[in-house]
């Protein structure tokens, strides 16, 4: 199967200064989401393979443009998501995110050994997406525990899926909750 696409959206947001402090480096923060028709719109199958098995190009696709959106900085985070139409289920976002997808995405992004954080819905176009972020390389990294807000105007439509991945170039502007720093994380990929 080939998915059946609508369009493609990049979002960039460049954080400068929080809570009247200049940042030394800005913050770069992207989504790119990929609008694309539901198969299964408005009837119950049991089998979503059809969603997962081509999956692992969505996950490459989508996080070689996130990447390329934070210029040259390296990913620190991510996350994915998505959203299908009034005419679908959240099921058939998480068949598109699943393992096959978040492989590919890891390798687009440059490694990765935690797990990705993710936020699925069904929702009307122009709802926005909470898309979760977290360290891509230990999970437990609280200054990286963030979010990126994402929405389309005119998507998704009944029969569409919206699916997306979001990306940082570094921590939550001023972090200072503690916890275990990104520089000190080793092993697994959770600490």
């Given at each position: 199967m080939e998915y059946s696409i609508r369009k493609w959206i990049t979002q960039i947001e460049t954080v400068e200064s929080v809570a009247g402090q200049r940042l030394q480096t800005p913050l770069v923060k992207a989504?790119?989401?990929?609008?694309?028709?539901?198969?299964?719109?408005?009837?119950?199958?049991?089998?979503?393979?059809?969603?997962?098995?081509?999956?692992?190009?969505?996950?490459?696709?989508?996080?070689?443009?996130?990447?390329?959106?934070?210029?040259?900085?390296?990913?620190?985070?991510?996350?994915?998501?998505?959203m299908a139409g009034t005419d679908g289920e959240q099921e058939h976002v998480v068949a598109c995110i699943t393992t096959v997808f978040?492989?590919?995405l890891r390798q687009a992004v440059g490694g990765g050994a935690a797990w990705i954080s993710s936020a699925t819905k069904i929702g009307a176009p122009g709802i926005a997406l909470d898309i979760p972020l977290a360290h891509k390389d230990a999970l437990y990294v609280r200054s990286h525990y963030d979010?990126?807000?994402?929405?389309?105007?005119?998507?998704?439509?009944?029969?569409?899926?919206?699916?997306?991945?979001?990306?940082?170039?570094?921590?939550?502007?001023?972090?200072?909750?503690?916890?275990?720093?990104?520089?000190?994380?080793?092993?697994?990929?959770?600490?």
């Open positions: 989504a790119v989401g990929v609008v694309i028709a539901n198969p299964f719109a408005g009837r119950f199958v049991d089998d979503l393979a059809q969603l997962t098995e081509p999956s692992a190009w969505l996950g490459t696709a989508l996080g070689s443009r996130a990447a390329a959106a934070l210029g040259g900085m390296p990913v620190q985070s991510y996350g994915k998501g998505g978040g492989d590919a979010a990126v807000t994402f929405g389309i105007a005119d998507a998704p439509l009944p029969g569409e899926l919206l699916i997306a991945v979001a990306v940082s170039s570094g921590p939550r502007p001023l972090d200072r909750v503690g916890g275990l720093r990104a520089e000190d994380a080793i092993g697994d990929g959770l600490r």
